[in-house]
């Protein structure tokens, strides 16, 4: 009885995978943006041309990101939810550095798909979640290893490649 349940679940599982694989694949090619509040009387010009970088996660590499793009004058954006992301901004690249998987692989996601942002870094904690990120299309994955100055040198070394390429 036990493995019918077990089967049962797998095969659910597998199932709504698919099905959430081929609404992902809909959306990217079919859903557009509208193009009713793309107009002059819509969009101040001056932003639309900046690029920011949309910073997700609350702890202590996101602060020292922050600082350094305080000191940068980076225009970046910091989020803790989903629904913070801004569509008024043109994205040029998220980091996705809190401390849980589902988090940093959702939004990673999402700002892949539905935003196209094309540099993403995302923050793995654990490494038996490493083989989930390599199913994305992420520019880097980092392995969390409590060695805060690496991992803030590689996001900032990240970022100036990003924004320098950008300008």
Same mark, same amino acid.
């Given at each position: 009885?036990?493995?019918?349940?077990?089967?049962?679940?797998?095969?659910?599982?597998?199932?709504?995978?698919?099905?959430?694989?081929?609404?992902?694949?809909?959306?990217? =090619?079919?859903?557009?943006?509208?193009?009713?509040?793309?107009?002059?009387?819509?969009?101040? =010009?001056?932003?639309?041309?900046?690029?920011?970088?949309?910073?997700? @996660?609350? $702890?202590?590499?996101?602060?020292?990101?922050?600082?350094?793009?305080?000191?940068?004058?980076?225009?970046?954006?910091?989020?803790?939810?989903?629904?913070?992301?801004?569509? @008024?901004?043109?994205?040029?690249?998220?980091?996705?550095?809190?401390?849980?998987?589902?988090? $940093?692989?959702?939004?990673?996601?999402? @700002?892949?798909?539905?935003? @196209?942002?094309?540099?993403?870094?995302?923050?793995?904690?654990?490494? $038996?979640?490493?083989?989930?990120?390599?199913?994305?299309?992420?520019?880097?994955?980092?392995?969390? =290893?409590?060695?805060?100055?690496?991992?803030?040198?590689?996001?900032?070394?990240?970022?100036? $490649?990003?924004?320098? =390429?950008?300008?």
């Amino acid at each position: 009885m036990t493995f019918l349940v077990v089967f049962v679940a797998i095969v659910f599982l597998l199932l709504g995978y698919y099905a959430m694989d081929k609404i992902d694949k809909y959306l990217v =090619n079919n859903v557009f943006p509208s193009k009713e509040y793309l107009s002059d009387d819509h969009i101040n =010009n001056r932003e639309l041309k900046q690029k920011v970088i949309l910073i997700y @996660g609350d $702890n202590e590499l996101t602060k020292l990101i922050k600082a350094y793009c305080n000191s940068r004058e980076y225009i970046y954006e910091a989020i803790t939810e989903f629904n913070n992301i801004s569509t @008024g901004n043109k994205y040029n690249c998220l980091l996705a550095l809190s401390y849980n998987d589902v988090e $940093n692989l959702m939004i990673s996601s999402v @700002g892949l798909k539905v935003y @196209g942002i094309s540099h993403i870094i995302a923050l793995c904690n654990s490494q $038996n979640n490493l083989k989930l990120y390599s199913e994305f299309n992420f520019e880097r994955v980092l392995l969390y =290893n409590n060695e805060m100055d690496a991992l803030f040198n590689i996001v900032k070394g990240f970022m100036q $490649n990003v924004v320098k =390429n950008e300008v």
